[in-house]
Every structure is written in structure tokens, then in C-alpha cells.
């Protein structure tokens, strides 16, 4: 499924650029960047997250399949594309805004390869809807929260409002702030039924970025409402 949240955000993005009256031969080179990033930041993530277990076998993790975590592959797939976009001369909010829909619906589709393989599951649970995974990683046989379904339903509909507001003449990373704060949102509340190691105060991992992300989102949007109203102040003075 990454292959496909690949492909499908080319599609889109090659449209906005289109769209945008920007070069859509960017799409092809962003996405591979992305690609590459991605991959490297979500195993340097995994690896520092399970230390204990690199260290017994650095070579079999690094060149394993599995290990690919969302976190690591958002903050390298992000420093890739940003030395991409940089040598190009582009704006970086600019592209942060019309990838942040690319973003969540690349996550939406990666969780539905989750729930095909049988991994990220949640916790025990008695609702009609729990499912077993006797073949996940690792196996279940007591009903779970299918977490990585409703992370693919709340993904599909966070996309589905930055996409629908991409229109919209908001200044440059106001899109990409609601996206932090919405995506942080879903990932800190999904933690809650998912089984992972606390680290602070009871959160896991996934809950502190996601709190971080929240914050950033909510300073930029606060930014850049303080940047547009002195704009706004300065333009009535003149």
C-alpha cells in the first residue's frame, strides 16, 4: 500500500501544480525525494524506539521490512523535500500547504495495508465490531479495536476538508497548521485505544509528537492571523 499512497499523491500533486501554473514535472521529483526521506527517516525512528533490539541485530533491522514508522517517514520525507524545494527556489509554505491533504491521505492508505498485514491493531475490546488478526504481527485471537480502520475513515476525512479548502485565499501555512492540529488530533485520541509504551506522563511516543504537533499548528495559525491583521493595521495608516 505505500506504493500506492505514492502514486496516488503524484496524481494529485502533478493536478495542483497544474492547477497552481507551476512545472508539473515537480510532482515526479518531490514524490521520489518523499519516497527516499521517508523510508530512511521511518527506520531511524524504529531503530531508536527499539535500540535494544538494533543493537542485537543492526544489519537483519535496517534491511527488514518491516519498521516502517509514520513519525520518522513525516520528519524525513519533509527534510528531503525541503533541500528538493530549496535548491528550486520554491516557498516553503507555500508547498507545506499544498502537500499537507497529500500527507494525511498517504497516511489514510498506509493504515489500510496495516489492517491487511494485521499490525497496529488496538486493544482488546468487546464491541461488535472487534476483529481477530490470527495472522498479524503478532497474531490475535481475541477481538481488538480495528484501529487501523478507523484511522483510514478519520484520514480520508481530515483530506477531505484540506483538500476542499484548498481554494480558499488563506496566507501561506494556514492550511498546513490546520493540518498539524487535525492530524495530531486523530493520532493522540487513536493512542488511547492502541497498545504502545508510555513514555511521559502516561503518553506514548506518538501521543507526544502529536501534542507537539498540535502546539506548532496553533502557534502558526496565531502567526499568521498577528502577520495579516499588522498587515491589514499598516495598509489603513497609509
Known amino acids: 500500500m505505500l506504493m500506492v499512497a505514492f502514486m496516488v499523491d503524484y496524481y494529485l500533486l502533478t493536478k495542483e501544480l497544474?492547477?497552481?501554473?507551476?512545472?508539473?514535472e515537480m510532482a515526479g521529483d518531490a514524490v521520489?525525494?518523499?519516497?527516499?526521506?521517508?523510508?530512511?527517516?521511518?527506520?531511524?525512528?524504529?531503530?531508536?524506539?527499539?535500540?535494544?533490539?538494533?543493537?542485537?541485530?543492526?544489519?537483519?533491522?535496517?534491511?527488514?521490512?518491516?519498521?516502517?514508522?509514520?513519525f520518522g517517514g513525516l520528519a524525513g520525507g519533509?527534510?528531503?523535500?525541503?533541500?528538493?524545494?530549496?535548491?528550486?527556489?520554491?516557498?516553503?509554505?507555500?508547498w507545506a500547504d499544498m502537500v499537507s491533504p497529500l500527507l494525511i491521505l498517504g497516511y489514510a492508505i498506509?493504515?489500510?495495508?496495516?489492517?491487511?498485514?494485521?499490525?497496529?491493531?488496538?486493544?482488546?475490546?468487546?464491541?461488535?465490531?472487534?476483529?481477530?488478526?490470527?495472522?498479524?504481527?503478532?497474531?490475535?485471537l481475541v477481538p481488538v479495536h480495528p484501529t487501523q480502520v478507523y484511522e483510514t475513515v478519520m484520514g480520508i476525512g481530515i483530506f477531505a476538508i484540506l483538500w476542499k479548502l484548498r481554494t480558499v485565499p488563506w496566507?501561506?501555512?494556514r492550511r498546513f497548521a490546520l493540518y498539524l492540529m487535525l492530524a495530531g488530533t486523530e493520532r493522540l485520541l487513536i493512542e488511547f485505544i492502541r497498545t504502545n509504551n508510555e513514555y511521559l506522563l502516561g503518553l506514548s511516543g506518538a501521543q507526544i509528537i502529536s501534542i507537539c504537533m498540535f502546539i506548532i499548528g496553533i502557534t502558526l495559525i496565531n502567526k499568521l492571523g498577528k502577520a495579516s491583521h499588522d498587515d491589514s493595521a499598516a495598509g489603513a495608516e497609509t
Not at 119 to 132: A, K
Open 18 to 24: 497544474k492547477r497552481l501554473g507551476k512545472d508539473p
Open 32 to 70: 521520489f525525494w518523499a519516497a527516499i526521506g521517508g523510508i530512511v527517516g521511518s527506520k531511524i525512528y524504529y531503530m531508536a524506539e527499539n535500540f535494544r533490539a538494533f543493537s542485537a541485530d543492526p544489519l537483519g533491522m535496517i534491511f527488514s521490512g518491516s519498521g516502517l514508522v509514520f
Open 78 to 94: 519533509m527534510l528531503a523535500v525541503t533541500f528538493y524545494i530549496k535548491k528550486k527556489n520554491e516557498p516553503w509554505l507555500a
Open 110 to 140: 498506509g493504515r489500510i495495508g496495516c489492517f491487511l498485514v494485521g499490525d497496529d491493531y488496538g486493544v482488546v475490546t468487546d464491541l461488535p465490531w472487534g476483529m481477530t488478526f490470527p495472522k498479524g504481527a503478532p497474531p490475535t
Open 171 to 173: 496566507p501561506h501555512g
